[in-house]
């Protein structure tokens, strides 16, 4: 536990030292204060009789007053995807240098200096980074949720299941960051990697079983299916956020999505890194 403290203190530092930390919050922090005044509502008798974004009235057909529990849930659902994407963006971004920082000349031999094995330095590390990544998750999403249970009155804690899911998907980010950062030590490649990764992921998930059908070859068809398999599922887990915020599957191929086969597989695939990230972090020489 003391190898662990003192690498949370060291990265928690070190961000701070490098402005990390403090660019990292007020994005953050920016991020938090357009929402709060963007969104203006007019709610009366619990029903929501007039809405504004950005200053515009937003148009609604029909009848104009509507239950502002079903409003503020629908908002929210959808909400939670973008913040989701918007979170892991920043994380990456925050935490790409740990391992490459780490391993830098006369940095790696204070730390094996130290009476630790390199295991513990390098899952101590990667819970630092995760904290580091977590805590600006939780202000984030916590500070929105709060915006919106004070501008509505209605608590609906469903939307803090989003900050589950993109911490989790944080978590697997991370530890193929770490393994990037463990073989390349450069922090330029962590974190192209770490984005190639969530493109050629997302482009899988959509295109995966048209490609499969069009190539000539089974062989072929059969090495797409199990690319897409064996890459994390950032796309499905980022629609699974707004899911189960709305408390329920949504409709037609979207709702598919929402399947918790994607959470195994994308936890088998960061797991599978993390062990080779601290294998070849043991047999490196520094």
Known sequence: MKTLYANIEDVMREAAARWTLVTYFFLSTVFILIFASAINLDIVDGALAGAKLFGHEVQTRGDNSFPIEKIVLGFESGFSSALYF??????????????????????????????????????????????????????????????????????????????????????????????????????AVSIMATYGLWLFSGLLSIFHDRLAAVVSHEWSAWLIQSAYWASPKVTELGVAAGAFVFGQDLPGSIGKLANPTFFYTTGAFGAVCLVLACWTFQRKEF
């Open 86 to 187: 918007l979170c892991v963006f920043l994380a990456v971004f925050a935490t790409a240098h740990l391992v490459p920082r780490m391993q830098e000349k006369g940095t790696i031999d204070l730390y094996l200096a130290r009476p630790t094995s390199r295991l513990k330095l390098i899952l101590s590390r990667y819970v630092a980074g995760l904290t580091l990544a977590g805590s600006n998750i939780v202000y984030l999403l916590g500070s929105i949720w709060l915006i919106v249970l004070w501008k509505t009155h209605v608590f609906h804690p469903r939307f803090m299941l989003a900050g589950v899911i993109v911490i989790f998907v944080t978590a697997i980010l991370l530890a193929f960051s770490f393994l990037i950062g463990t073989v390349t030590s450069s922090t």
